[in-house]
């Protein structure tokens, strides 16, 4: 039986920039269950979609017994199910004069360097001031909408903290293009991290891949992490350019990543289940850095993670020109690097 509990919030701890704007209870007999999760509650919810309920699923917000479901292919068993419903978006995001770097723009695209601290796109609590908004105002009219109200000409995106360069589509043949792109992992995307040590490896090396399923962690729904199950296949590539204090025993390095896929927090889940988790991060810092790691991350004013997307190549997606972007660190990040070559 489907309980509506509309505008009702949901009890427990929420995440910072999400406010929920009500909550569905379904108890599942044992006759009920046994087919896909996301299905058998889509029969019993006919309010919702099964495309939503998978949604809700991967972020997190749909629980059987007090323990979030990670899978939305999987088995539905009996049990007492919970879906937290987030309060849904103003209908257009309004464009907003916010200056942007713009590395490129042509009448199909436009790359622009994010700094930290933006949203790529709004979401509850962070309404206005994302990139969307900028591009709205910068670009007005042209646009792809192939993205919806919310995320026009979007095709990829950075955590809101990740600083560094992000494309997005003017046009719906650039958008399709971009698209196929991305999901063919036929894009060259590096991020530099400063991290907490360096990777751990016991022949030392200064290369390596990191290969693991990432999927919402059962422990905490606002984070990330390696899966064994109901998770997606990622892999990054790293290279250690530099590290920082004693060369047996680094306190700190700088990491280039490579990713071959492009998951949610997928560097920064990745680094740290090696043991170099970014600088910085409050999610997956895992512990606190060496004091004199710690002074300088105080010095250097950051705020955010340490990690930087700095490269991103890929082919025009309408003329087929080969175009490769650089950025370099922002501010925080260059300052810290200085100051961890004094280490």
Do not use: W
Not at 139 to 158: E, F, N, T, Y
Not at 256 to 264: D, N, Q, S
Not at 319 to 335: C, H, I, K, N, V
Request: include cysteine.
């Amino acid at each position: 039986m489907a309980t509506d509990l509309t505008l009702v919030p949901p009890e427990g701890p929420r995440d910072d920039e999400e406010e929920a704007f009500g909550l569905r209870l379904l108890t599942l007999a044992p006759e009920d269950a046994g087919g896909r999760v996301d299905k058998t509650l889509a029969e019993r919810l006919p309010e919702m979609s099964r495309a939503r309920i998978q949604a809700l699923i991967a972020e997190g917000r749909v629980s059987r017994d007090g323990a979030p479901i990670n899978n939305a292919s999987g088995k539905a068993v009996p049990g007492d199910y919970r879906l937290e419903i987030p309060a849904p978006l103003a209908a257009e995001p309004a464009g907003e004069a916010i200056p942007l770097i713009v590395l490129y723009e042509d009448e199909h695209l436009i790359v622009v360097d994010k700094p930290p601290g933006m949203a790529v796109h709004p979401a509850p609590g962070s309404e206005s001031g994302t990139l969307v908004n900028a591009l709205l105002h910068h670009c007005g009219d042209s646009l792809s909408g192939i993205g919806g109200v919310a995320r026009p000409g979007i095709v990829h995106r950075i955590d809101k903290d990740t600083s560094g360069i992000v494309v997005a589509a003017k046009s719906d043949a650039a958008h399709q293009g971009l698209s196929a792109l991305f999901a063919a992992h036929d894009i060259d995307r590096v991020y530099i991290a400063l991290t907490r040590g360096a990777p751990r490896d016991a022949k030392g090396a200064a290369r390596g891949t990191i290969e693991g399923a990432i999927g919402r962690s059962s422990a905490d729904r606002k984070k990330m992490a390696l899966v064994k199950s109901g998770g997606r296949h990622a892999i990054t590539h790293y290279v250690v350019e530099r590290t920082f204090g004693a060369k047996d025993r680094p306190l700190a390095a700088r990491i280039a990543c490579t990713l071959e896929t492009g998951r949610t927090h997928q560097i920064r889940v990745h680094l740290a289940s090696v043991g170099a988790p970014c600088l910085g991060d409050p999610l997956y810092g895992s512990g606190p850095p060496a004091n004199a790691v710690r002074a300088a991350v105080a010095e250097a004013g950051l705020t955010r993670q340490a990690l930087h997307a700095a490269v991103l190549g890929f082919r025009h997606p309408v003329t087929g020109q080969a175009m490769r972007f650089e950025s370099p660190l922002p501010a925080d990040m260059a300052r810290l690097q200085a100051l961890l070559e004094d280490l």
